[in-house]
């Protein structure tokens, strides 16, 4: 059921609230590929104001990233990491609000958004911290 606007109703948004949580629960214990650019750097991407790390859940979901880039020839320099690791240790470096996308441009890609409960408070930009 949703409400008059359009929306989701209250049930509807407890549980897609479960299923974040579930999902965010998932990558924090998940080891992920976390790609770096031609100079040593995590790739990351910038939209929305945001700071966007880049992880793939697999190598084949980072060979489609680089097709889709047209960058498939080019040799992808890449560690694995832990969800939480990025989260809580990785997130925290970056200049501005950041999060991590996982399988970006993908069907199945998620996005772990800098507010509070998924990155440390102090760099929530929720959490009145200064990121």
């Excluded at 990491?81 to 993908?106: I, M, N, Y």
Aim: aromatic share 8%; proline share 6%; charged share 20%.
């Amino acid at each position: 059921m949703t409400d008059s606007g359009g929306g989701m109703s209250g049930t509807q948004v407890a549980s897609a609230r479960r299923e974040f949580a579930v999902l965010l629960g998932e990558f924090r214990r998940t080891a992920v590929l976390v790609p770096f650019d031609p100079y040593g750097s995590l790739w990351t991407a910038d939209q929305g104001g945001v700071r966007w790390i880049c992880a793939f859940s697999d190598e084949e979901s980072l060979a489609r990233f680089a097709l889709a880039r047209g960058e498939a020839e080019q040799e992808w320099t890449y560690q694995t990491v832990l969800g939480a690791r990025l989260l809580d240790v990785l997130v925290p470096t970056l200049e501005g609000p950041a999060g991590v996308a996982l399988d970006a441009g993908s069907a199945g890609g998620v996005l772990f958004p800098p507010v509070v409960g998924i990155v440390p408070d102090a760099v929530a930009a929720d959490g009145g911290g200064t990121p």
